[in-house]
């Protein structure tokens, strides 16, 4: 098909399967992170589209941190049933034993241990060469900087400064054994392509994503939820009633709600076309130090 006559969705969908096959024929394991996000289920089916009607030949990894929201791991063992993926859970066992959570740890050191510890910690037994994820180069600016296959070294960790050259669609895949490669096929969409693919495939996602009546509060001008009963509340807070919604899930302690009527996908593409701000504002792991993604990426966070 001639790529001119393709819309700018069908020219993403293209080379987003074009990666996912180009990186399964190259690999030996590879692995899809599932973060249970909006860019999960895309990228989830755009691998189901790039291998029908044959079942998706890797599995899904999750690293469960035992902190994120309800809905998401009631949606996550849905979703995996309903649409029989071979989804793989790692928690740090050992640094939850030892009481590691956002509130006690502080998110900087509870990323790490919980996220990047357990991450590498799983990607290593489970002997993956290549880990596919979801990640856009216009969420974030050290995101940005990434190679649709990005290495890592035989510790997981990644060098900005001393990356493959990447032209056009040629992408290197040469590793040595220990190494191994992460693979972004929607490097190059943006959260208002993810919102009308999710439109056009009417692709489930976890209902949080849509204004509801939630209980939260507000602290140092972040709009946390209430999730369950480990939340901790200061002197004098008290948790209310706001119509919000999110968009982007995490942690619960560590992701802020947005206020918002957005109650349908179109309401929300509306709203994406008029933000002025980015979907990671309320990522408070995103603000905790100076360039504090891209130090967690060069340790081996995703």
């Given at each position: 098909?001639?790529?001119?006559?393709?819309?700018?969705?069908?020219?993403?969908?293209?080379?987003?399967?074009?990666?996912?096959?180009?990186?399964?024929?190259?690999?030996?394991?590879?692995?899809?992170?599932?973060?249970?996000?909006?860019?999960?289920?895309?990228?989830?089916?755009?691998?189901?589209?790039?291998?029908?009607?044959?079942?998706?030949?890797?599995?899904?990894?999750?690293?469960?941190?035992?902190?994120?929201?309800?809905?998401?791991i009631e949606f996550r063992d849905r979703f995996a049933r309903e649409n029989g993926l071979d989804l793989r859970i790692h928690t740090n066992r050992r640094a939850l034993a030892e009481g590691a959570s956002p509130f006690a740890w502080g998110s900087n050191k509870y990323t790490q241990v919980m996220k990047t510890h357990a991450l590498l910690d799983a990607l290593r037994e489970g002997g993956y060469d290549a880990a596919f994820g979801g990640a856009r180069r216009d969420e974030e600016r050290s995101r940005a900087k990434e190679r649709v296959l990005s290495f890592r070294d035989a510790y997981g960790?990644?060098?900005?400064?001393?990356?493959?050259?990447?032209?056009?669609?040629?992408?290197?895949?040469?590793?040595?054994?220990?190494?191994?490669?992460?693979?972004?096929?929607?490097?190059?969409?943006?959260?208002?392509?993810?919102?009308?693919?999710?439109?056009?495939?009417?692709?489930?996602?976890?209902?949080?994503?849509?204004?509801?009546?939630?209980?939260?509060?507000?602290?140092?001008?972040?709009?946390?939820?209430?999730?369950?009963?480990?939340?901790?509340?200061?002197?004098?807070?008290?948790?209310?009633?706001?119509?919000?919604?999110?968009?982007?899930l995490g942690c619960y302690p560590l992701t802020g709600a947005v206020r918002s009527n957005a109650v349908t996908l179109p309401d929300i593409l509306r709203e994406m076309v008029e933000a002025t701000t980015s979907e990671r504002q309320g990522r408070l792991i995103d603000h905790d130090e100076a360039a504090s993604m891209e130090a967690k990426k060069r340790e081996g966070y995703f």
């Amino acid at each position: 098909m001639n790529p001119g006559r393709l819309s700018h969705l069908e020219q993403l969908e293209a080379e987003s399967i074009h990666i996912l096959r180009e990186v399964v024929a190259e690999f030996d394991r590879p692995v899809m992170l599932y973060s249970i996000g909006k860019d999960s289920s895309v990228l989830v089916r755009l691998a189901q589209k790039a291998f029908a009607p044959a079942p998706l030949p890797f599995p899904l990894l999750h690293i469960d941190t035992t902190w994120k929201f309800r809905a998401m791991i009631e949606f996550r063992d849905r979703f995996a049933r309903e649409n029989g993926l071979d989804l793989r859970i790692h928690t740090n066992r050992r640094a939850l034993a030892e009481g590691a959570s956002p509130f006690a740890w502080g998110s900087n050191k509870y990323t790490q241990v919980m996220k990047t510890h357990a991450l590498l910690d799983a990607l290593r037994e489970g002997g993956y060469d290549a880990a596919f994820g979801g990640a856009r180069r216009d969420e974030e600016r050290s995101r940005a900087k990434e190679r649709v296959l990005s290495f890592r070294d035989a510790y997981g960790q990644w060098d900005p400064k001393n990356q493959r050259p990447e032209l056009w669609n040629l992408y290197n895949g040469k590793i040595r054994k220990g190494e191994s490669i992460r693979a972004f096929p929607m490097s190059n969409w943006t959260e208002l392509d993810v919102w009308q693919y999710i439109w056009q495939e009417d692709i489930p996602i976890v209902p949080l994503y849509f204004a509801a009546p939630r209980r939260v509060v507000e602290r140092e001008g972040t709009l946390l939820m209430v999730d369950d009963e480990r939340f901790p509340l200061l002197p004098g807070e008290e948790p209310r009633t706001e119509v919000v919604r999110f968009r982007t899930l995490g942690c619960y302690p560590l992701t802020g709600a947005v206020r918002s009527n957005a109650v349908t996908l179109p309401d929300i593409l509306r709203e994406m076309v008029e933000a002025t701000t980015s979907e990671r504002q309320g990522r408070l792991i995103d603000h905790d130090e100076a360039a504090s993604m891209e130090a967690k990426k060069r340790e081996g966070y995703f």
